[in-house]
């Protein structure tokens, strides 16, 4: 019976180690107008703006620092506290160049137009039981 490993991402430094992202901050705008048609008929506009400004703020950073996996640690290993630097180097780890770079971003700006055609008798809807 063979031992089936998973690998887990992990930090191996102290939780935020990278610092932080740059404040997230997202403008929206919603214009609606209602206009009176013929009689009782009556359109409603209306559009909606999201990320106003089209701002590319970095919602994550890239994580991983090696390209390799640091896999082959048993869970006695891992629980007494391991030295992740010294692993990569003795096992020749590719380093990740991407690591500590922004990889998500806030979404493009994206519009969004609505209409809405209401007719009205001017009478409650009859009850039916």
């Known amino acids: 019976m063979s031992k089936r490993h998973s690998a887990r991402p992990v930090f191996d430094e102290a939780r935020g180690n990278l610092g932080r992202t740059t404040a997230f901050t997202q403008t929206d705008l919603l214009l609606q107008h209602e206009l009176r048609l013929s009689g009782r008929t009556r359109v409603n ?4 703006i999201f990320n106003l400004f089209d701002q590319d703020t ?19 290993q891992f629980f007494q506290g391991f030295d ?14 991407r690591f500590n770079l922004a990889d998500q971003f806030l979404g493009a700006r994206t519009l969004r137009m609505q209409a809405r055609i209401s007719f009205w008798s001017g009478q409650p809807a009859p009850c039916r039981a």
């Open 45 to 48: 506009v209306g559009l909606n």
């Open 58 to 76: 970095i919602t994550r950073q890239f994580q991983a620092r090696y390209r390799d996996s640091v896999a082959g640690i048993t869970d006695a």
């Open 84 to 97: 992740v630097f010294g692993i990569a180097e003795s096992r020749k780890l590719r380093p990740d160049p």
